[in-house]
């Protein structure tokens, strides 16, 4: 998807288990290209000239009934948490459950511990974006060869799925989605408002019309505290001028 000297942002989402496949894409731009399902993406630079980057998640967003709920409480969705966690993550996992909640410096451990496990893989050391929730998240990269992407999906599945997905859905949740909103447009909406990003008058379907049209009158796509409710309900975006990682 390549769009000559125009800001794009594509949305996409982390490959965590409430996930479903349904593909959206959004412009700050009057156009939008056609939605890919593929992770690599051709983005325009500042001064036209196109490169290459990688997301490394999924596109798509969630989408369930008005007000259903992933579990009735923040106890009841870390036991969900529980029957799929690793068995580093359990542990940290128990302990949020009897403290009622996540520690930030347990989230920022599993987060230092991720970035350590990539970088015993092979790759070039890289900073984390990092949102003013306290939210982290992988940059894009530079899309290397298909034997480099591979191994990339393969590592990324390692150091993320198996060590410290549980512990980040347990925290963007927190943080992102207390009332734990099923459908990510509630989850966001609800963000932002908390955040004091929109009025409290802000919504669902305002919110919606909003992202269809990619004509943001109610809030700035560019706002780290709109971004940061994004990234929290595990819908991520990729602006022409966020950071990227060189890992090989």
Request: aromatic share 10%; glycine share 8%; proline share 4%.
């Amino acid at each position: 998807m390549q769009m000559e000297a125009m800001m794009h942002t594509a949305f996409y989402v982390r490959p965590i288990m409430k996930v479903v496949g349904i593909i959206a894409c959004i412009c700050l731009a009057s156009a939008c290209g056609a939605p890919s399902s593929n992770a690599s993406k051709s983005e325009p630079q500042a001064d036209g000239a196109s490169s290459s980057r990688s997301t490394g998640g999924n596109d798509g967003v969630t989408s369930a009934a008005p007000g259903q709920k992933l579990a009735g409480n923040m106890n009841d969705y870390i036991d969900q948490l529980l029957t799929w966690a690793s068995k580093d993550e359990k542990p940290i996992l128990e302990r949020a459950k009897k403290n009622g909640g996540l520690s930030a410096s347990d989230y920022e451990k599993a987060w230092s511990d991720y970035k350590s496990c990539m970088v015993s893989r092979g790759y070039k050391p890289f900073e984390l974006i990092k949102w003013p929730n306290g939210v982290y998240e992988m940059p894009s990269h530079m899309v290397g060869t298909q034997k480099q992407e591979e191994k990339y999906a393969e590592d990324y599945h390692e150091c993320y799925g198996k060590k410290i997905m549980a512990i980040d859905t347990l925290y963007t949740a927190q943080v992102g989605n207390p009332s734990l909103y099923a459908d990510q447009t509630e989850g966001v909406a609800d963000c932002l408002k908390r955040s004091g990003a929109v009025s409290m008058d802000f919504s669902i379907s305002t919110f919606k019309s909003e992202i269809g049209s990619g004509k943001y009158s109610q809030f700035d796509i560019q706002d780290p505290k709109v971004r940061a409710c994004f990234a929290a309900n595990d819908w991520h975006m990729g602006l022409q001028s966020d950071p990227y990682a060189q890992l090989w």
